[in-house]
């Protein structure tokens, strides 16, 4: 049995194997012992941080109660002027320049430039040039306040380089200015207006304004020849005017020829002229894409309505005719045409001495005739009058080398009036079904629709008959509303119409534009004609019918109204 189990354990190893059993747990508990004591030891350093981080947030708390006091009133304030980044100590900085090591500010305090620190509170990209900062006693920047809110008004005559301006003052004096954070940002465009201030030589910010001088320019505007009827033999003049020089200056120049520098579209009113100057400006555009090779026309239209530019102080009016010519003049340098539209040109550029307003013509006409025939030449820039009182307007403004071109806008004839018609009553309109079906097409009911108009609006009859002329020579001439007609008059009757037929939609649910509808619509329309004055003057009857001066002359003190309104025979009820 003994045999099947081994041989027995000697007993001197077992006693061994104790006592290296006894020896390991006695190493184990010698080494928890320094656990425990290692702990112990830094559960003590802990402690210590926790006072030493209460004695620190206490000094820090302490620190900035300082530092509030020191930002107390009274501080000084000073402007930014440019601010300098900390270098390296000398033993650390390659170079024998002046050791710095904290980040500087080069402020203007009272009228002197001073270089100050920096506290570590305050961030230098905050410290942006022409921002207002706060130094205490020590000339310390403790804070950053904003920009000046105030300042006088300058336009932006050229941009000198990044940060600088050649800006043009309201007395015309020019200053070159630094550009303040925002505006480095922005970058500002010449022809801007831009708030300055003169004590610390910062052109702020961009000014938007209501102005004259700052009406923005019209890119290319949507008007072409196309979109204006009745008119051929003027466009026509127009273009050899314009286009001809613009497209071929070197045949101009071979022949000794200048390029007209303006023209003055006048006639009654209502009959395109400022849809003529706008066309100008487009075709002039799209020429001088064609010529230079660009895909996009580029081109300008600035729109000046006389009223609005005249100024109850003394010499604003003229000013603002400077700044006019001064930004068209930018826009041409780059090559760009620009065409300045003066509306109701007579307004602004009266008869000198004439009495017939405050004379503040005497000044105003020679600042445009300056600017017409000033030492800088209008290359790319042509203006454009409008008036329907060319009478009014100062012969100095007139003659030859000026306005070269004049072009009489008169009121349409029955075929002019129906190209104007045929703009706004088109084929992809809602018409009426018995119309087309009658006429065989769409086309052909438009034209039917065309010719009704026409027939009604330029019919002479007694319905019609409007005023009775007596010339000094014996002759009489009787008007028809026909006589008064216009562009804007036939869109009015085309507007009245469509009107007319939504309502019958409406009421009667058959849809579509009829002949009934038009012919209506003249009737109304003549009745309720608004561009007629209420003068008993018959040279006002005469120029506002589009009679010439001739014959305006020739008129006696003889007028005679109808009284019978467009559509009432005489006898019937009004």
């Keep these: 049995m003994s045999e099947q189990n081994g041989p027995p354990a000697d007993p001197e190893e077992t006693r061994r194997a104790l006592v290296n059993a006894q020896r390991q747990v006695n190493i184990l508990r010698d080494q928890k012992r320094g656990l425990d004591r290692q702990l112990a030891a830094a559960g003590t350093q802990n402690q210590k941080l926790v006072r030493l981080l209460d004695a620190t947030r206490t000094e820090i708390a302490q620190l900035k109660r300082a530092l509030e006091n020191d930002l107390a009133p009274p501080l000084s304030q000073g402007t930014v002027l440019q601010a300098n980044p900390g270098r390296a100590p000398v033993g ?35 410290c942006e040039p022409g921002r207002q ?50 505006l480095r940002r922005t970058r500002p465009q010449i022809g801007d207006a831009v708030s300055i201030d003169h004590r610390t030589g910062f052109a702020l910010e961009t000014v938007e304004r209501t102005d004259v001088e700052q009406l923005v320019l019209e890119e290319v505007p949507d008007v072409s020849y196309d979109d204006i009827g009745g008119l051929g033999p003027q466009i026509e003049q127009i273009r050899d005017a314009v286009e001809l020089p613009f497209v071929h200056p070197e045949l101009y120049r071979e022949h000794g020829l200048t390029p007209p520098k303006g023209i003055l579209l006048y006639g009654p009113p209502g009959n395109g002229k400022t849809l003529i100057a706008k066309a100008v400006a487009r075709s002039l555009a799209e020429r001088a894409a064609a010529k230079a090779g660009r895909d996009k026309a580029l081109g300008y239209f600035l729109n000046i309505k006389g009223p609005e530019l005249l100024d109850k102080y003394v010499g604003e009016t003229e000013r603002q005719i400077r700044s006019i010519f001064v930004r068209a003049r930018e826009q041409a340098a780059r090559g760009i045409p620009v065409v300045v539209f003066f509306d109701e040109m007579d307004s602004l550029f009266r008869v000198r001495g004439s009495g017939l307003s405050s004379d503040v013509e005497t000044t105003i006409v020679p600042q445009l005739l300056t600017e017409i025939d000033g030492v800088e030449r209008l290359d790319n820039v042509i203006v454009v009058g409008a008036t329907n009182r060319e009478d009014m307007i100062d012969p100095a403004v007139l003659r030859p080398g000026r306005l070269d071109v004049k072009i009489r806008i008169d009121r349409p004839d029955a075929g002019g009036a129906r190209e104007i018609l045929r703009l706004y009553v088109r084929e992809d309109l809602p018409l009426r079904q018995d119309e087309v079906d009658a006429a065989g097409s769409r086309r052909g009911a438009v034209d039917t629709l065309v010719d009704a108009a026409v ?120």
């Design 92 to 126: 650390e900085q390659s170079g024998s320049g002046p050791a710095v090591t904290g980040p500087t500010l080069d402020v203007l305090v009272a009228g002197r430039r001073m270089r100050v620190a920096l506290s570590p509170l305050v961030n230098l990209s905050a």
């Design 455 to 574: 027939a009604r609006m330029y019919e002479r009859s007694p319905e019609t008959r409007f005023l009775h002329l007596s010339y000094r020579d014996g002759t009489e001439e009787t008007l028809h509303f026909g006589d008064f007609t216009s562009g804007a008059v036939i869109r009015n009757v085309v507007d009245r119409a469509k009107k007319q037929a939504i309502k019958d939609l409406l009421t009667t649910g058959v849809r579509g534009l009829s002949r009934a509808h038009l012919v209506r619509a003249v009737d109304e329309e003549f009745h309720e004609q608004q561009d007629l004055p209420n003068t008993a003057n018959p040279e006002d009857w005469a120029r506002i019918s589009g009679r010439r001066g001739d014959t305006i002359a020739d008129l006696r003190m003889v007028l005679h109204r109808d009284p019978h309104p467009a559509g009432m025979r005489p006898g019937e009820d009004g």
């Design 133 to 182: 900062v706060l130094l205490d006693q020590n000339y310390v920047v403790g804070a950053v306040l904003g920009h000046e809110q105030t300042g006088e008004i300058a336009t932006v005559k050229e941009i000198v380089d990044h940060d600088r301006v050649l800006t043009v003052g309201r007395s015309g004096e020019e200053r070159v200015l630094l550009l303040a954070g925002p």
